[in-house]
């Protein structure tokens, strides 16, 4: 009798632990509030007025700011009311990037690659991702139910302007939200896919940051997490995988990566890469840092995305600005 106590005692422990851990970690890891805590750190005097800031993120953002983007709602297939921003053209074109910005990150975190797009002839569009921004969404699906949504973005340029052609545009998370997209039956107005600094799968992003700034195994403690993202968000972080998506995609991708990167491995931009069933290219830039690449680099990085998105639209690329 003593045995058997002690042992449901171990087991009702071992379930407590289980999912008090789970909630810790996905609190911290797929709640808005990674976002809110984003947004009071970027807003800080200090941080704003700090010499060694980016300048090409700030002038950027500063530029999105400008534009006074014509705020959009859709609502999704799955009933939900998505929120993004539009940037028409400098003149009509039938040309459109939709910018995915990445983890903690807001639609005006894309103003800087934006910006040299809409001078280069196109309509910008900035969704604002699940659990961040405007979403009214609380919790953060790293990309997986937001690939759904593009689709639905898509339609909505597409009711508006029926000749569109249209690229995903992805940073970091972002470029992993549009990779996972290109698995499913797309819209024939997707043109192009430019993949910058993504992951391969959220299971393998999270237990590369667990062990890097926790020095914990990813087995056992991705369960719990894995647990409450099912329970909370219907999210499988084991399916969610951006190589699976990439082996059936017919989407013509350009994979970007920074050799220096680090929160996300370039390795795994080598792997997304040839597992992708598309037409396909592939860029690493030397000393790139994450979601910088374009920094270390810039010319190279422009002139591959202009020859790309040359090569995969109807009408030619005017020179980026």
């Keep these: 009798m003593e045995i058997l106590l002690a042992f449901t005692s171990a087991i009702f422990l071992f379930t ?12 911290n890891l797929l709640s808005r509030r990674m976002y809110s805590r984003r947004v009071r750190a970027s807003s800080r005097e200090a941080l704003k007025k700090d010499p060694n800031r980016d300048r090409f993120t700030e002038k950027g953002e500063a530029w999105f700011h400008r534009k006074k983007p014509a705020e959009t709602a ?17 003149e009509f074109s039938d040309k459109w990037v939709i910018c995915i910005h990445g983890y903690t ?34 919790t953060i699906s790293m990309g997986w139910h937001d690939r759904l949504d593009l689709i639905d973005w898509c339609r909505s340029i597409s009711d508006v302007n029926s000749a569109a052609q249209i690229v995903f545009f992805g ?21 192009c896919i430019v993949a910058d600094c993504g992951f391969s799968s959220v299971w393998d992003i999270f237990a590369v940051q667990l062990k890097k700034y926790s020095g914990l195994p990813a087995k056992p403690f991705l369960y719990p997490i894995s647990t ?8 499988n972080i084991r399916e969610a995988s951006c190589i699976g998506q990439v082996k059936k995609s017919r989407t013509p991708t350009l994979f970007i990566h920074g050799d220096a990167d680090e929160l996300i491995p370039y390795s795994m931009m080598e792997d997304l890469y040839e597992a992708a069933g598309c037409k396909k290219e592939k860029l ?21 995305v202009k020859s790309f998105l040359r090569q995969n639209l109807a009408e030619p690329l005017r020179a980026v600005a």
């Design 16 to 27: 407590i632990l289980y999912f008090l851990s789970g909630v810790l970690l996905y609190d």
């Design 171 to 191: 940073v970091s998370m972002g470029a992993s939200t549009a990779m996972m997209a290109s698995g499913e039956d797309l819209p024939k107005s997707v043109r």
């Design 105 to 138: 990150g807001a639609p005006d975190t894309m103003g800087p690659f934006g910006r040299k797009l809409h001078y280069a002839g196109y309509n910008t569009l900035y969704p604002a991702l699940q659990g961040h921004e405007k979403s009214e969404k609380n």
């Design 228 to 235: 409450m993202a099912k329970l909370i968000d219907r999210l």
């Design 284 to 304: 690493l830039i030397p000393d790139g840092k994450h979601g910088l690449a374009v920094n270390a680099n810039p010319k190279l990085y422009w002139s591959t």
């Design 74 to 90: 859709i609502l999704s297939g799955r009933g939900e009311l998505l929120h993004g921003y539009i940037i028409p053209a400098p």
